[in-house]
């Protein structure tokens, strides 16, 4: 008897603890085959399965991640988030780069749908449609603002402090509306930084008009097709002047001592 109470207490105060551990967030991080594989019927079992170890059960962030309730959070930081795979991560350190998303279609609308429920203030999932832009105008406001970071080819660069902007080459009409109206860009494992404090600028103040403008450019360097020539592997003026640098001199060099070759031979 003493033996079957010695062990209700014990399993009694296992549960109170993980019970309370689950409440503040100090959970570590599931993983798909854990799970047996099978996809949580809802938005709120996909939170809970993959998201509140590090944010939170409601929401209100942790050590490890930031808040999902505030002035930027909602549908389009979510989605974005989501939709490129660079959420969840399996741990603190990973690196939030694009991957393919964990998620399909249905699962994916059902998280955002439950996180928006936090209470956020952001932006809505935006509608997006290139084909009312116009390809001029997106090339204008892209090089004006956003060619320095994501280079004039849309294939990313190197920033400061060791960041990378990313490439474009994958990325959707809605998804490039998104991170001009959140500003994505954290670092994982930085619980104080959310959207609007990632290395890439809240671009807020473009009509509709301007952002379907700046899909289309997007959607029109996607395409492909190098119509000024030999491509160069699209990465830009660096590799035009060292092939120009390289084969040019070698040229000339080549022509001088020709010509110096020639001239020996005439006298």
Known sequence: ??????????????????????????????????????????????????????????????????????????????????????????????RTDRREPAYDSTELEALVEHVVGFGGTGPAVPMVDPGRGEVATGALLYAENCAACHSTTGVGGALTSGQIAPSLQRSTPVQIAEAMLVGPGCRAGDPDCGPGDGAMPVFDDFSDHEVDSIAAYVRFLQ?????????????GPVTEGAVALLIGLGALLGLIRWIGTAVGEDT
Request: aromatic residues 4%; negative net charge; glycine residues 20%.
């Open 1 to 94: 008897m003493d033996r079957r109470l010695v062990a209700a207490v014990v399993v009694g105060a296992g549960l109170i603890l993980a019970g309370c551990e689950y409440a503040s967030g100090d959970l570590t991080p599931p993983t798909r085959a854990a799970r047996g594989d099978l996809a949580p019927a809802s938005g709120e079992e996909l939170y809970r399965a993959d998201c509140a170890w590090c944010h939170g059960a409601d929401g209100a962030g942790t050590g490890r991640g930031p808040d999902l309730d505030g002035e930027l959070d909602g549908g389009a930081y979510t989605h974005f988030m989501l939709s490129t795979g660079r959420m969840p991560i399996a741990a603190v350190d990973q």
């Open 223 to 235: 395409s492909g097709g190098d119509h000024g020539g030999l491509g160069l592997g699209r990465i």
